[in-house]
């Protein structure tokens, strides 16, 4: 076990330099502490089972690969963080152009929103949607709505529709929203109170509780309509398969090394 627990921390550790990330920025972008981390790149500490499908999930790595072979800065350097959609050879018209939040530009889009300039100069994807009034895209950083290994994960991109406050009551108690206040993004299920004057920001991720926000601390709010998965997520009925294999594969590897 020794042998993972080192392999692993090399593995992230190179990983977070080839990114440009400090210890603090990678352990928030996973939802760790910063000694938690340092602990798992010194290989002092087991990764949890859940932690290790997340990270390799992220990079689009392999686990065996994470776990067992010393990743290169070549392959590294192999990953594309940018999605484009090329059309060409078909009729633009037929796409919409969404303009998209990245992770980049969600504080500079909260101060100015409200600048056209600004927002026509926003990336944009190409999607053949109908309509395009109101719709928005925005890339997921967070685990909040992620559970078991299944969900948003962070590069996932999100698609929404704007609502106007008049029909935050009208929302279904299981949708998902990305919600826009002045000081950030909140990307949740939601519900709204009868007096509609309370939304309840509920997560699925188990570690994080919900939140009450008054509506009239609402900016804006999109209703999510459309997901783009940075990577395709693992059937269902395989999910417990999957763990069951990986702590089958901790459980040799650990036998191996004595």
Request: aromatic share 8%; glycine share 6%; charged share 25%.
């Amino acid at each position: 076990m020794q042998k993972v627990k080192e392999m692993f921390g090399k593995n992230i550790k190179k990983l977070r330099n080839v990114k440009g990330l400090s210890q603090q920025a990678f352990a928030e972008l996973f939802g760790l502490q910063r000694a938690t981390l340092g602990a798992y790149e010194e290989g002092r500490s087991n990764p949890k089972i859940e932690t290790i499908i997340t990270i390799a999930h992220y990079f689009n790595i392999s686990i065996d690969e994470l776990l067992t072979s010393e990743l290169t800065v070549n392959r590294l350097l192999h990953f594309n963080d940018h999605i484009t959609v090329n059309s060409e050879g078909l009729r633009l018209k037929e796409f919409a152009q969404i303009p998209c939040i990245t992770e980049a530009l969600q504080t500079d889009y909260l101060h100015q929103y409200s600048n056209k300039t600004f927002t026509e100069r926003l990336p944009h994807i190409q999607l053949p949607l109908d309509s395009t009034d109101g719709v928005i895209a925005f890339t997921v950083t967070g685990l909040e709505l992620t559970s078991q290994g299944k969900g948003f994960f962070p590069k996932d991109i999100v698609f929404g529709r704007l609502v106007p406050p008049v029909e935050y009551a009208l929302l279904k108690p299981t949708a998902v929203a990305l919600v826009q206040t002045e000081e950030k993004f909140i990307l949740r299920r939601v519900s709204v109170s009868p007096a509609n004057d309370i939304i309840r920001l509920a997560a699925d991720y188990d570690a994080l509780e919900s939140i009450e926000l008054p509506v009239a601390h609402i900016v804006q709010l999109w209703e999510i309509c459309h997901v783009f998965h940075y990577r395709i997520a693992p059937k269902e009925d395989l999910l417990e398969e999957r763990l069951a294999m990986l702590e089958k594969k901790i459980l040799s590897l650990n036998n191996q090394g004595g």
